[in-house]
């Protein structure tokens, strides 16, 4: 009899197992010969040679539907026991499989886009007023390529700039002051990742989440880096984001000109990037409009009412303007 002990490195224990150790009882039960202990992401087993081997390669094949899928059903563990491929297929447009098992796709034409050509560009713009996915969907190609092993880390970074807030106006050490900027990257990742998993990627740094003033003097090498909030970027700000980017590494930029939090007299580094880095080979721009918006129905309501807002305004600043260079011209 030997024993051997096995890692979950990639699913998360807890789906795993099961609900009270379901699944395990389960496998305990088809490999009656071995005596199987499981105890955090570390399972014992132990029996003759031949038939650990045989588990060990069941489990290797459990634990990629799992990673995967995150989920794992009775159904599912019988058809791999029995060398069967599990029951239903992966639809092909999916990203990856959320926390709960839900599929994560494209829902719009241009985020389709984005995922199409991810594929083929190193470098991506994706631009787009609020709720048009942006983030979301950069978001779960990292961690698809994570997952995949095609790169080694995610880094995910954001301007600390909020409508009129400072940093140091907020109580609390650095990390404490840094992350309400950064909560809804943390609120896509938790969505992705089981919560075990995401703490052990951000004890270890596989995934990054940092102000973009963090970034200066790095190299990123084996890695899916992200910029949101791109539009309250200074030119100089994001010219050092870009040129961050190192060997097997894509980049995407994501932003939303609409929203731009800068001071009216600082230049957006998003606004100037688009026009200077315009027809560069290797980079892709997707603008995203009000039909990609895929929040409430409510979301798109208030887009359109804003737009209605500022081109009236601009107009009316434009009569103003022409009335006033009349009477200027009238009275000379």
Not at 232 to 254: A, S
Not at 303 to 329: F, G, I
Request: glycine letters at 6%; hydrophobic letters at 40%.
């Amino acid at each position: 009899m030997i024993e051997k002990h096995l890692v979950l490195d990639s699913a998360d224990p807890a789906i795993f197992y099961g609900v009270n150790n379901a699944n395990m009882h389960l496998i305990k039960a088809l490999f009656p010969k071995l005596r199987i202990v499981a105890r955090g992401g570390v399972i014992k087993v132990m029996g003759d040679d031949d038939e650990i081997e045989r588990f060990h390669q069941t489990v290797l094949k459990l634990e990629k539907y799992c990673s995967e899928y995150n989920a794992l059903s009775e159904e599912i563990i019988v058809d791999i026991v029995s060398g069967q491929d599990p029951k239903g297929s992966k639809p092909s447009d999916v990203i990856l499989f959320g926390v709960t098992g839900r599929p994560i796709m494209p829902r719009s034409e241009n985020q389709k886009r984005l995922v199409d050509c991810y594929a083929s560009h190193d470098m991506l713009f994706a631009i787009g007023p609020a709720g048009s996915g942006k983030t979301y969907t950069a978001i779960a190609l990292a961690v698809r390529a994570l997952k995949n092993k095609e790169v080694k880390r995610i880094v995910l970074c954001r301007p600390a700039v909020e409508a009129g807030e400072k940093l140091g106006f907020l109580p609390g050490d650095m990390r404490e002051k840094i992350d309400p900027f950064l909560q809804p990257l943390y609120d896509a990742l938790q969505d992705m990742i089981p919560t075990a998993k995401l703490k052990e990627y951000m004890d270890f740094n596989i995934i990054q989440i940092a102000p973009l003033a963090f970034m200066r003097g790095r190299t990123l090498n084996d890695a899916v880096v992200i910029l949101d909030e791109a539009q309250n970027t200074t030119p100089q700000q994001i010219k050092m984001f870009l040129t961050r980017m190192g060997w097997n590494t894509k980049m995407i930029v994501t932003g939303d000109l609409t929203q731009i939090d800068l001071p009216p007299t600082q230049i957006s580094g998003l606004v100037q990037a688009l026009d200077v880095l315009d027809g560069v080979e290797g980079l892709e721009i997707i603008r995203m409009t009000k039909k990609d918006i895929v929040r409430h129905k409510l979301v798109t309501r208030i887009v359109d009412a804003y737009d209605r807002y500022d081109e009236t305004h601009k107009q009316q600043k434009r009569t103003l303007k022409h009335n006033s260079n009349e009477q200027s011209t009238d009275r000379n």
